[in-house]
């Protein structure tokens, strides 16, 4: 188990090595200049020239990266350009929020993508299975912004079921909170459902030709019964991993979604950040997500271990 962990550990830093590499070289890549953000077009060279050597982008970029990644093994994020405070305290005020939207989405995706799964495995190849294999198949393919569009104009705007946009704290008001999170993250669950179904579908499917499933069938057993002591506790072990990858998924599709919806989590703070040319806050944004990202799959691993000693064998 040791050797274990220490791979996967291993294998998350080179991921964050490359992360924070490829975040630094794309600021340089594009086009543009966060001075803009604060002077007009009426500033003259020397005005903005003073600017770039306040912000450090007068130097070169190998001095650039060393200080950045300096920081980084200092646990510094840096310090915004546009809101004139640090990075991470930015970050951690506004991570609440994502994680909330996050969570709501995961527990949504899961209970209505093994639930899909499981009647379209029980009924393969009749016309249950190819309802929700198809509605997995659009799930899958409709973009997430468009589909929040479509669900403001049609539940908020139409019905007045939802508000339009913005989020209420759950320290402030519970239900205001249920009632501004659930249209953000039935949209970033659609998706995630169908990915989550098709892999439940498969892995029960599996679980079900397999020889405990028929002797307990001769043993006398219920459909029932074997279905939920039997099938289902193996058939959703692969699922453990598909829940790491969907949580990454989420944390990502949420940058989209708070922007859709104004919701001020840390991927509105990035689009903000991209929009304003915020370097520190770009790349710290960045940075922070894939340590989620990587967290969230360690500790999926870690379980998945657990729960199969194969795992750990391999």
């Known amino acids: 188990m040791a050797r274990f962990l220490a791979k996967r550990i291993a294998g998350a830093f080179v991921v964050l090595a490359l992360v924070s590499l490829m975040s630094f070289a794309i600021i340089w890549l594009v086009p543009g200049d966060p001075t803009a953000a604060f002077l007009d077009t009426s500033a003259t060279p020397e005005q903005v020239a003073r600017l770039r050597h306040e912000l450090g982008l007068d130097q070169p970029m190998?001095?650039?990266?060393?200080?950045?990644?300096?920081?980084?093994?200092?646990?510094?994020?840096?310090h915004s350009i546009l809101l004139n405070r640090s990075v991470t305290a930015a970050i951690l005020e506004r991570l609440p929020v994502t994680l909330s939207l996050a969570g709501v989405a995961l527990t949504l995706a899961l209970i209505a993508g093994v639930s899909a799964g499981i009647v379209a495995a029980v009924n393969h190849n009749r016309w249950p299975d190819q309802v929700?294999?198809?509605?997995?198949?659009?799930?899958?393919?409709?973009?997430?912004?468009?589909?929040?569009?479509m669900l403001i104009l049609l539940l908020a705007v139409k019905f007045d079921f939802f508000p339009t946009g913005g989020y209420v704290p759950i320290s402030e008001d519970p239900l205001g909170w249920l009632d501004s999170i659930v249209m953000p993250a039935?949209?970033?669950a659609?998706?995630?459902?169908?990915f989550i179904a098709r892999m439940t579908r498969a892995s029960m499917l599996e679980v079900l030709n397999q020889d405990f499933i028929r002797t307990a069938d001769a043993k006398g057993l219920t459909r029932t019964e074997i279905m939920l002591h039997h099938g289902l506790p193996n058939a959703l072990v692969p699922v453990l991993t598909v829940a790491g990858i969907v949580a990454g998924a989420l944390l990502g599709g949420a940058v989209i979604i708070?922007?859709?919806?104004?919701?001020?989590?840390?991927?509105?703070?990035?689009?903000g950040g991209i929009l304003s040319r915020d370097y520190p806050v770009i790349q710290g944004g960045l940075l922070f997500l894939a340590v989620i990202y990587l967290g969230v799959n360690l500790a999926?691993?870690?379980?998945?271990?657990?729960?199969?000693?194969?795992?750990?064998?391999?």
Not at 190 to 194: A, R
């Open 62 to 78: 190998i001095i650039q990266m060393l200080d950045w990644y300096g920081r980084i093994l200092h646990g510094d994020l840096g």
């Open 132 to 149: 929700v294999m198809t509605a997995a198949l659009f799930g899958l393919s409709v973009p997430d912004f468009w589909l929040g569009i």
């Open 186 to 188: 039935m949209t970033l």
């Open 190 to 194: 659609v998706i995630q459902v169908g």
């Open 258 to 271: 708070e922007q859709v919806f104004s919701i001020p989590g840390v991927g509105r703070l990035i689009i």
């Open 300 to 314: 999926v691993d870690i379980l998945y271990a657990a729960v199969d000693p194969r795992v750990r064998l391999e």
